[in-house]
């Protein structure tokens, strides 16, 4: 079997980006109120750390859905630390280990 890398994302200073992404096999992580909020505070905190412009979102029970502009050209270091931040508190809150995403 053949695998192929992805192509480096391109990132821009003038970059308006639709972001997706689900929890690790495809498990419901968005299903209660309280994990909603807390990711959405992740991701406002993320917003005002990287001088995003969050233009949409939505978070659905297994995943969630962004529109991001990114002034400073940094999507995907924004990302690491909105992910890596977010299911460092989940999972902590939980008593849990392993990805999440």
């Keep these: 079997m053949l695998f192929v890398a992805r192509k480096h994302r ?7 980006y639709h972001v997706i992404n689900r929890g690790n096999y495809r498990a419901f992580i ?3 109120d309280g994990a909603r909020t807390a990711f959405e505070r992740t991701l406002f905190e993320a917003c005002c750390k990287f001088g995003w412009g969050l233009n949409a979102y939505c978070i659905m ?11 400073r050209g940094n999507l995907s ?7 890596g931040t977010f299911a460092a508190r ?3 809150f939980r008593g849990e280990t392993g990805r999440l995403f």
């Design 10 to 16: 391109i990132e821009s200073s003038e970059g308006l």
């Design 30 to 32: 968005f299903k209660s």
């Design 61 to 71: 029970s297994n995943h969630f859905h962004l529109c991001i502009a990114t002034p």
């Design 77 to 83: 270091a924004g990302m690491r630390w909105l992910q």
């Design 90 to 92: 989940f999972n902590r």
